[in-house]
């Protein structure tokens, strides 16, 4: 089936780092993504990471893939006010012509002074 | 190359009325997606289509929903008879042709719906 799960909510200080999780479903997911989404906004892509790789860095974010549970991570370094927002994982799922993004419910950041 | 716009950007209606959303793709692009995001929710998938074909509606509600993607011109969601239920901010995103596997989208701003 399509599912993606996420946990909800995550509150951390100013200056810690935040690691938001996601389990995905579709072991033929060759990409998965996380998107970021500030109030009132669209998507914006932040990552994504090759199925056969394991991490991926990208200078503040870390994306670690757990392929064999199907488990998705984000950590977020040096967390500032400024990423408060909601962060979604997606997986793929493959046509012949194509493909779509599945997304999880979001889990919304927030980050205290 | 301007990103993925859709328009309006909010958009009111009375219950019983014709709802019709615009989302032109980024230059280049041959796929559009829409979702819908209720409040409180993530987002929905409601419908895959390529220029002219609808590849996969499997997140279409079966009355009243209908999209498009005509081969000149935006792609257009079109929400007849609108109810309270429908109000909601409904995202479009485009990719180019699908390489490698990877179906990297990029998303417009969202329409604001709003039914009262």
């Known amino acids: 089936g399509e599912d993606v799960e996420q946990s909800l909510f995550l509150s951390v200080r100013e200056g810690d780092s935040s690691v938001i999780n996601c389990t995905y479903t579709d072991s033929s997911s060759t990409y998965l993504y996380w998107y970021k989404q500030e109030p009132g906004a669209g998507l914006q892509l932040l990552t994504y990471i090759f199925s056969n790789m394991d991490m991926k860095q990208d200078q503040r974010l870390t994306v670690l893939l757990n392929k064999k549970d199907k488990h998705l991570s984000l950590r977020i370094a040096d967390t500032q006010t400024g990423d408060s927002a909601i962060y979604f994982c997606a997986e793929t799922k493959i046509y012949n012509q194509g493909g779509k993004l599945i997304f999880g419910q979001g889990t919304e950041l927030s980050v205290k002074p | 190359n301007a990103g993925v716009m859709q328009n309006p950007r909010h958009l009111v209606r009375r219950r019983g009325q014709e709802a019709r959303l615009r989302c032109s793709p980024m230059?280049?692009?041959?796929?559009v997606y829409w979702y819908r995001q209720l409040p409180e929710e993530g987002l929905k998938f409601m419908v895959y289509?390529?220029?002219?074909?609808?590849?996969?509606e499997s997140g279409m509600p079966k009355e009243r929903f209908s999209a498009e993607f005509p081969k000149e011109g935006p792609s257009i969601l079109r929400i007849q008879q609108v109810v309270r239920g429908d109000s909601a901010a409904y995202f479009c995103?485009?990719?180019?042709?699908?390489?490698?596997?990877?179906?990297?989208?990029?998303f417009g701003q969202g329409t604001r719906l709003t039914v009262v």
């Open positions: 230059k280049g692009h041959s796929h």
């Open positions: 995103a485009s990719s180019p042709e699908v390489r490698g596997r990877n179906t990297e989208a990029f």
């Open positions: 289509l390529q220029k002219e074909n609808i590849i996969d």
